[in-house]
């Protein structure tokens, strides 16, 4: 496993190096003049003369060879420094800092009812293999799988906020706002929900709570229909293995021949396959966020799309990259804690 | 071999998954070949001329459209941004009090400074703390802070003023700490026109519903009562069966954005799987380091989130479909990639590959004639499969604002439309629910009979994974 | 033969197993009947495809949803093993009738170790505490033959050789000392060396056990070795069916003639091996009459008509052919 798990860290800082060579090749097709709008706060940016621009792209190198070009990037990059965000009104790197957070809870609590219900659903439906209830589960996938998530997200605000009230959109309501904002509120953790049990504020963890389940319904259908999908088609792989044959041979209860043969085995490609594509689920928020109007990063990379802001975009978009690798990380090393084959071989 | 063939087909339309999909499919090609006798593209202006360009929606009506509630459209924010300045000037100074608290403790400290510039009184006083801070703000790099403070222009002031804000937490402090009662109704009215402006849509609703004193949910309302917003939207008129929004039939766009949808798709699918194709077979034919490389430039470009990448690279490209495929063609050709490339590593230990090779055939003959017709159909069902998620970014983007620009015939684009609505004061939604409804309908439609034309195929040709 | 007068421990009866798949029905088993007496081996022998393994599963229920068993019985110790309720059949699998399956690579779990494996079935069938199911374990271990079994038994299936596995699957099924194992094809996966070690240690502990064997295979050069007597399969059929020693001096169904000549032999000089032309028929579509007419060089025209019927050809010695008289002259080489 050591040797597996070495190889792998190897291959991050590789794979790391490459993002920034795409970021970097993207960037380069803006050309200098909106390069320099990365770098300069626009206060000051539109009130220069043609010599003092041609001044400050020789200050900031835009017109040096592209290697020492990258470099320099390269090591701004590596010191935090990713420009200037003229959506966030501050440095790049603080802009996603103070949003972090935001959509950090929000994929924290879409992940775990995610994983947890598709991998039941797929279970179930690959158990009861044409089964009334392996028809249900198997039609409700394919149309979660093809509902585009802004189509449902709208259809969710439209019901249960525009008609029934339940769930508002933004992140939280107005009074608890202004009490979060209030010195008085300690923030720890800078995840709400957790900071308001801590401040005691039950209040503020329900409101938040409510702001949080619209944008999790959104998200969970697709990525349950994905999950599902790819824990059934494997359990029903393992079920047509040879050794699971065997246990029954051996007189086993059908459900300890499931639960213990089975499932151990179907979860190896569910946690490579299914892992992977859940960690997309954390760039699937920016769509969330933008029908629920929440602030997080993802709000922030669109608006910073839509408004030209260059630095912000990328400076996002090396941060989600860099959250994928890591993501795909930890699966590689779960996958060696689930298959001893790997573990031990 | 053809009884095998006769029986796969058999199989293949006896799946329920293949009937439904290829029937749905079937009857978007059809409204797709026939678009321009279903919603014929006349000018509404001229009937008897063409429209230039039948993809763009043709204006029906060039009346103005009614004003939607969302809280990130910036129209309705200079809606009430106009209905609160001629109030201001009626109301009495204590109304204004609550208004002036309420932006005082909203609004961010630096963004008060342009309010704060117009204002002699309170200029002076913010000017007095500025020049406390000048060995301060020459350390934080101002080459000459005092001169910025001292300049009669107001831009010269704002600057300074915005600039310590965002550097000194104890100066933002300061100028948020006025007290709206000891100001002039001058002053007030100065800083409810000037920082309303940096408000949040909602923070903007507060204001301007302690302003109008009534209820903020109500704000939205208020404002169509007293005219100040005029009209809400048409579902239905004459021959507008699905509605009218922003004086566009959207029957005429669902029909057109069929077109859309199939260009899009096939498009992007047809590069995207040639490029994996070539990559794919390059890397697994060859192997060794070539492989290598590719591989690993296929795991980068793996690592930044489709969407991301597609939202980033269309930003650069700038905006508008093309660039969209664009972009979702550089960023879409790995899944082929890497499975035609375990595929060749499988079908190249075969034999008859080896007796080709012995028999000295050159290396692309080898590709073309024996690999890639043994791998060909794992792609397809890929393909297929992909045909439905790409068309959902794409008019995610365009929802984004990205994609396809205002008024094309795209089924992305006209979501966007009843966004505002949904997204503003509770009892406005269902106001627009057919500009959400139908193209959602139709976008549904479109990606669940790729799936399930995928399923169905993969099923037939896969029976290992049949189920 | 020593077993001909004692009751049989296995009876299947008229044996019909159908699978029913999208592209049609497929009669694997189509009347099988054949009897297993204590402590003898019996070989089902056939090309694949030909229901051997089926019939095999029937026996233990264990067939995957697509296939049924029609009809007949399965006497098992004087019960129907078909009519036996799911919780009953599942005290008989492991305990009474044991199985062990072609390929050792994926017919042990991959996530479980060796030990874990053998335990599972002592500890269910046995009643015994992990720590005896244990010990039992490393014993049976060190009886297949594998060395240093206090280690392996901690190891997991791929780490161990083919061979090995495969003996760790014969410990396996013996933990509960059944009274019949089923062994499919056991050795069919491995070399052709660790064929012969298998093939030896099997019969090495059928005979310490006292069990019956029932020997899957489509080699009739381990039938040869391990068999008391003999059913060969073809299309859902036993063609012919009879002692060892008898089938193999005298076969009297062209199919099993054709199957003896293929062997290569050493200590014969031929000119030309042997083979039986055509392939096996489509399990979907049988052909009319016997099944086997079209491969058949002695086929006439009634053979493409009518279907022919077991007969007793010799005492004991059956077959399912109308001109078995034609082989009468024809011996083996």
């Known amino acids: ?72 990037w390269l090591n701004g990059v590596l010191h935090g420094d990713l420009g200037w965000s003229v959506v966030g009104k501050m440095p790049v790197k603080d802009a996603l800092l103070q949003r972090i957070p935001y959509t950090a809870e929000l994929a924290l609590y879409a992940v775990f009812p995610v994983v947890g219900i598709g991998i039941w659903l797929g279970m179930v439906a690959a158990v009861h293999r044409d089964k009334f209830i392996d028809h249900a589960i198997r039609i409700f996938a394919v149309v979660g799988w093809s509902f585009p998530d802004f189509v449902f997200g709208l259809f969710v605000l439209m019901v249960f906020y525009s008609w029934l009230g339940w769930l508002p959109p933004g992140n939280l309501s107005l009074w608890a706002d202004e009490i979060v904002r209030s010195p008085q509120f300690h923030h ?96 699937g928020t920016v769509i969330v966020e933008v029908i629920f109007n929440r602030t997080g990063l993802g709000r922030f990379t669109a608006s910073a799309a839509t408004q030209l802001d260059y630095a912000a975009i990328m400076g996002s978009a090396l941060f989600y990259s860099t959250i994928l690798v890591l993501g795909n990380l930890i699966i590689d090393v779960l996958y060696a804690v689930i298959d001893p084959r790997i573990r031990l071989g | 071999m053809r009884q095998e063939t006769k029986r796969t087909l058999r199989r293949f339309m006896r799946n329920p998954s293949a009937i439904i999909g290829v029937s749905i499919l079937i009857m978007f090609t059809l409204v797709a070949a026939f678009a321009p006798v279903i919603a014929p593209p006349i000018n509404p202006m001229d009937p008897s001329r063409k429209v230039s360009n039948p993809y763009i929606m043709p204006k029906i009506t060039w009346k103005a459209e009614p004003i939607p509630p969302s809280s990130r459209s910036d129209a309705v924010k ?104 000891k100001m002039s109704k001058g002053d007030m009215v100065k800083i409810i026109l000037y920082a309303s402006k940096y408000l949040s849509i909602e923070d903007l609703k507060e204001a301007a519903a302690k302003l109008f004193k009534v209820d903020k949910e109500d704000i939205y309302r208020w ?175 365009s929802f984004l604002g990205l994609g396809a620009p205002t008024g094309y015939a795209d089924w992305g684009s006209i979501l966007n439309y009843s966004r505002d609505w949904i997204l503003g004061a509770q009892g406005e939604a269902f106001k627009y629910w057919f500009a959400l409804t139908y193209p959602g309908i139709a976008m549904v439609l479109f990606v669940l009979s790729w799936n399930l034309l995928g399923d169905a195929l993969r099923d037939t040709f896969d029976p290992r994974l049949r189920g | 033969m020593m077993s001909v007068n004692r009751e049989p421990i296995l ?31 019996l070989g089902i022998v056939g090309e694949s495809g030909s229901g051997k393994s089926v019939t095999s599963l029937s026996i233990m229920r264990l067939l995957d949803e697509k296939g049924k068993i029609e009809s007949g019985e399965i006497i098992f110790k004087g019960r129907d093993l078909l009519k036996l309720p799911e919780h009953e059949m599942r005290k008989i699998r492991g305990n009474e009738i044991a199985m062990i399956f072609q390929e050792p690579m994926v017919a042990l779990n991959p996530v479980y170790t060796i030990g874990d494996q053998i335990m599972e079935a002592i500890m269910l069938h046995q009643g015994a505490d992990e720590k005896k199911a244990r010990e039992m374990a490393v014993d049976l271990l060190r009886r297949v033959g594998i060395p240093e ?32 194992l089923i062994a499919d094809e056991p050795t069919t996966a491995l070399d052709v060396t660790i064929q012969a070690q298998i093939l030896d240690l099997m019969k090495e502990l059928q005979e310490e056990y006292g069990m019956a064997l029932i020997m899957i295979t489509h080699d009739m050069g381990v039938i040869a070795e391990i068999a008391d007597r003999v059913a060969v399969m073809y299309a859902g059929h036993i063609v012919e069916y009879g002692e060892v020693h008898e089938i193999f001096k005298r076969p009297r169904h062209p199919y099993t003639y054709g199957l003896l000549s293929s062997i290569p032999r050493l200590d014969v000089e031929q000119e030309k091996l042997k083979s039986i032309p055509g392939t096996v028929p489509d399990p979907l579509n049988f052909p009319t009459g016997c099944r ?42």
Request: hydrophobic share 45%; net charge positive; aromatic share 10%.
């Open chain 3, 292 to 333: 086997f007419h079209p491969r058949c060089e002695f086929a006439e025209d009634r053979c493409r008509e009518e279907e022919p019927e077991m007969v007793e050809v010799l005492p004991d010695h059956y077959s399912r052919c109308f001109f078995w008289k034609k082989l009468e002259g024809l011996e083996v080489k």
């Open chain 1, 188 to 283: 720890y953790t800078h995840i709400l929900t957790i900071d308001s049990l801590l401040n005691g504020r039950f209040d503020i963890f329900w409101d938040d709570l409510r702001h949080l389940i619209g944008p999790i319904m959104t998200i969970s259908w697709l990525w349950w229909a994905y999950l599902l999908r790819i824990t059934r088609s494997s359990m029903l792989e393992v079920l047509n293995k040879e050794y699971i044959r065997t246990a029954r041979a051996k007189g086993l209860d059908e459900r300890v021949v499931i639960n213990k043969h089975a499932k151990r085995n179907a979860m190896i490609p569910v946690t490579t396959v299914g892992g992977a594509m859940v960690i997309n689920l954390f760039a």
């Open chain 2, 223 to 397: 404002l169509k009562e007293k005219k100040y917003i005029e009209r809400d939207p048409i579902r239905t008129v004459d021959y507008h069966p699905f509605g009218m929004i922003d004086g566009r039939d959207i029957m005429y766009g669902v029909v057109w954005g069929t077109r859309t949808a199939f260009r899009i798709g096939l498009i992007v699918t047809f590069f995207g799987t040639l490029i994996g194709l070539v990559v794919g077979s390059i890397a697994g034919y060859y192997g060794g380091w070539i492989d290598e490389v590719l591989m690993r430039i296929t795991d980068v470009f793996l690592s930044i989130p489709f969407l991301v990448a597609a939202i980033v690279l269309t930003t650069i490209l700038g905006t508008g479909l093309n660039k969209v495929m664009i972009a979702m063609i550089i960023f879409g050709w790995m899944g082929t990639a890497r499975l035609i490339r375990g595929n060749i590593l499988q079908v190249k230990e075969e034999q008859y590959i080896l007796a080709a090779k012995a028999l000295g055939v050159r290396d692309f003959l080898i590709i073309m004639r024996h690999v890639i017709p043994n791998t060909i159909f794992p792609v397809v069902i890929q393909a297929s499969m992909r045909m439905g998620s790409l068309v959902i970014t794409a008019a995610a983007l």
């Open chain 3, 149 to 180: 079994p206090e280690k392996r038994v901690d190891q997991y299936p791929h780490q161990l050789s083919g061979g090995m596995r495969q003996r760790a699957m014969i410990a396996m099924a013996l933990s509960c000392r059944p009274s019949i």
């Open chain 2, 78 to 181: 200079e809606f009430i941004a106009k209905a609160m300045k001629k109030q201001l000037y009626k109301s009495k100074k204590e109304d204004l009090i609550p208004v002036v608290e309420h932006i005082l403790r909203r609004a961010r400290a630096g963004d008060l400074c342009e309010a704060y510039s117009k204002s002699y009184k309170i200029k002076s006083q913010v000017r007095k703390k500025l020049l406390t801070l000048v060995p301060e703000l020459k350390k934080d790099g101002f080459s000459d802070p005092k001169s910025l403070i001292n300049s009669y222009l107001p831009e010269d002031f704002k600057i300074i003023c915005s600039e310590t804000a965002r550097i000194d937490g104890g100066f933002a402090k300061f100028l948020k700490s006025f007290d709206p009662k």
């Open chain 1, 1 to 72: 496993m050591t040797a597996y798990i070495i190889r792998r860290l190897l291959l991050l800082p590789l794979i790391l190096f490459g993002i920034t060579l795409i970021i970097f090749g993207m960037m380069q097709l803006l050309g200098p003049d909106k390069l320099l709008a990365a770098y300069v706060d626009p206060n000051t940016f539109n009130k220069l003369s043609n010599e003092e621009l041609e001044a400050l792209k020789e200050k900031y190198g835009l017109n040096d060879p592209m290697v020492v070009r990258y470099a320099k």
């Open chain 3, 11 to 41: 009876q299947v009866k008229n044996l019909k197993t159908y699978f029913y798949t999208e592209d049609g029905v497929v009669r694997a088993v189509d009347g099988v009947s054949f009897e297993l007496y204590p402590g003898e081996t």
